[in-house]
């Protein structure tokens, strides 16, 4: 009887692990840039971290991670208001999708935008 609980115990110690990644499913951080920041360079690297994933995209592009599930990307820019968007998948269907905003204003609209030196006293 004790053998028969003991296979019955780990059959559901066995079903915890196994359905574990199937409930938590994709786990995906940007961790460069920040969200929302203002960048005065065109270029711009993404980095990141994806966790139980099987397949990771950036604006529809499939991208890849290292075998501790970190990313890097490299982005371009353009002039004003950016999205992008990072979406991953896991081998169960289960999806998550992570909008990246960024404002991008050369160095020279900063400098044309900013107040003239009001020579003082």
């Known amino acids: 009887m004790s053998i028969i609980a003991l296979v019955a115990l780990g059959l559901v110690v066995y079903a915890y692990f196994q359905s574990r990644e199937y409930l938590r499913g994709p786990v995906l951080t940007i961790e460069e840039p920040l969200n929302g920041s203002m960048s005065t360079t ?38 004003g ?33 900013s107040p003239p030196f009001q020579g003082g006293e």
């Open 42 to 79: 065109s270029l711009v690297v993404l980095f990141g971290r994806a966790n139980n994933i099987s397949f990771l995209t950036l604006n529809g592009k499939q991208i890849f991670t290292d075998e501790q599930g970190r990313f890097k990307e490299s982005l371009l820019l353009q002039e």
């Open 81 to 113: 208001y950016n999205i992008m968007t990072l979406e991953a998948k896991d081998r169960f269907g289960h999806s998550v999708e992570k909008r990246l905003e960024l404002v991008y204003k050369s160095e020279v609209a900063v400098a044309s935008s």
